[in-house]
Nanobody, 120 residues
């Protein structure tokens, strides 16, 4: 599966953005999808994940209550709605997918990143 992330941009603190991850291939509906981010000078970190059936969703503590992951399998697209953004959310955001159900496992498919910049 190939993934393409979009929707990043510059936003003021407290604002919102919605990222999209468009996947190629009919198998997308069977994949666990996730969002990761990497801030300047820092390691990549997990943000959120959603199982293929949408029954299981996992969030990093730092984004709980502010970010929402979702997916529309009919459109081969996953989303990350980000509200109440903070300057520390500034990072390149990546979408990823894997064929397994372990949302904390290895993700074998990655999209290119989309930059989110939150100004104070």
């Amino acid at each position: 599966v190939q993934l393409q992330a979009s929707g990043g941009g510059l936003v003021q603190a407290g604002g919102s953005l919605r990222l999209s991850c468009l996947a190629s291939g009919r198998a997308f509906r069977y994949y666990t999808v996730a969002w990761f981010r990497q801030a300047p000078g820092k390691e990549r970190e997990f943000v959120a994940a959603c199982s293929s059936s949408r029954e299981n969703i996992l969030y990093a503590d730092s984004v709980k209550g502010r970010f929402t992951i979702s997916r529309d399998n009919t459109k081969n697209t996953a989303y990350l709605q980000m509200n109440s953004l903070k300057p520390e959310d500034t990072a390149v955001y990546f979408c990823a997918a894997q064929g397994g159900a372990d949302m904390s496992g290895d993700y074998g498919y990655w999209g290119q990143g989309t930059l989110v910049t939150v100004s104070s």
